[in-house]
């Protein structure tokens, strides 16, 4: 069973606003992800960390989203300004560079 | 394109018989092959995966087998249960920290 924890897991803001939403890995797994999950399962990857570094992240990412992976404090990720099109399923999963283990997510509703 | 592909958006099977769910991917680099297995409303769970330097790996009533020149791998689930109902996906990675790729999903319904 994964050890992923996500919170809050449900998020609601109005567009423009600032969504933040908070991953603690597994213990000892140095590789974070974050994917996006929208209704129809796809799933879109967003960035990923090993240790603090970022190890790669897509063009929206780099834009319109921050994420940090400080030492001894959860992951985040935050989106800067929400948009209707934001609304998905925002998945945190960890790996000890071979299985990933998903948490249970955010689902973030942008009204 | 889409690099992982999952054939059949749904199937349905009785209980207790033996199902197989396909997965083709284009990417050579590929290394790791997994299945997950999905709940509505609840995020993936690991069923069963296999690095590419094997071609086969069984865990009690699942067993995945990877195909790498036809580049294909599949699971295999004997003696299916109603809770085995379930969207399944396949995903593939090249290994290390790289990000997965996942299938579309192929929507399982095991009937009584």
């Known amino acids: 069973n994964s050890k992923v924890i996500q919170t809050p897991r449900y998020l609601v803001k109005g567009q423009g606003q600032k969504a933040k939403m908070r991953c603690i890995p597994e213990k000892g797994h140095p590789v974070v992800f974050w994917y996006q999950q929208n209704k129809n399962n796809e799933f879109k990857f967003l960035i990923n960390?090993?240790?603090?570094?970022?190890?790669?992240q897509i063009d929206m990412t780099e834009k319109r989203f921050s994420a940090e992976c400080p030492s001894n404090s959860p992951c985040s990720l935050e989106i800067q300004s929400s948009e209707a099109g934001d609304s998905a399923l925002y998945l945190c999963a960890s790996s000890g560079f071979a299985e990933q283990f998903f948490g249970p997510g955010t689902r973030l509703t942008v009204l | 394109g889409q690099q992982v592909k999952q054939s059949s958006p749904s199937l349905t099977v009785q209980e207790g018989g033996i199902l197989i769910l396909n997965c083709d991917y284009e990417n050579d680099m590929f290394d790791y092959f997994a299945w997950y297995k999905k709940y509505p409303d609840n995020s993936p769970t690991l069923l069963i995966s296999v690095r590419s330097n094997v071609d086969k790996r069984e865990d009690g009533r699942f067993t995945v087998f990877l195909n790498k020149s036809g580049k294909h791998f599949s699971l295999h689930i004997t003696a299916s249960q109603p809770e085995d109902t379930a969207v399944y996906l396949c995903a593939a990675d090249q290994g290390g920290s790289a990000k997965l790729i996942f299938g579309e999903g192929t929507k399982l319904t095991v009937s009584s």
């Open positions: 960390f090993q240790n603090q570094e970022v190890l790669q």
